[in-house]
């Protein structure tokens, strides 16, 4: 299934629905830090491996193609669909973690103002200290 073919803005409102059903089912005082770190770390390993799926997708590729002896243009232009394929899905993916570590400052952050709870705020400190890197890598891909 090509994740990049699904509308990012459907994506991210699946993301947000998981998240608040998630916030409405757990039982109160640890509905906001299970909800955001659990799920954050749920889709951190979903990206590391199909990151790592998806490398593995382009270099077997390659590897076909550099053992033939003569490459015709049409071999050469699927295997660059290949590369912008997975790109795609990869930075697609990378964004829905960005959205998630978001939701999940937020999350913290309720939580810590509903609790007062010392988790809560240590939570919401490393989820702001992620999404500020995750707003960096954003704007340096735009530059």
């Excluded at 509308?7 to 109160?28: K, S, T, W």
């Excluded at 890197?133 to 891909?141: A, Q």
């Amino acid at each position: 299934m090509n994740i990049a073919s699904i509308g990012f803005g459907y994506l991210a409102l699946g993301l947000f629905l998981i998240n608040f059903l998630c916030v409405i089912l757990i039982r109160p005082e640890t509905n906001f830090w299970l909800t955001g770190v659990i799920l954050w770390t749920a889709l951190f390993f979903i990206v590391v491996l199909l990151n790592v799926m998806n490398s593995k997708t382009v270099n077997i590729q390659e590897v076909t193609y550099s053992q033939m002896t003569t490459i015709s243009d049409t071999q050469e232009l699927q295997l660059k669909q290949i590369r912008e394929q997975k790109a795609a899905e990869n930075l697609v993916l990378f964004r829905l973690l960005g959205i998630q570590t978001i939701f999940s400052c937020g999350w913290q952050f309720i939580g810590f103002s509903k609790t007062g709870k010392k988790y809560y705020r240590t939570a919401a400190l490393t989820f702001m200290l992620l999404s500020v890197i995750y707003g960096l890598t954003e704007v340096l891909r735009i530059i």
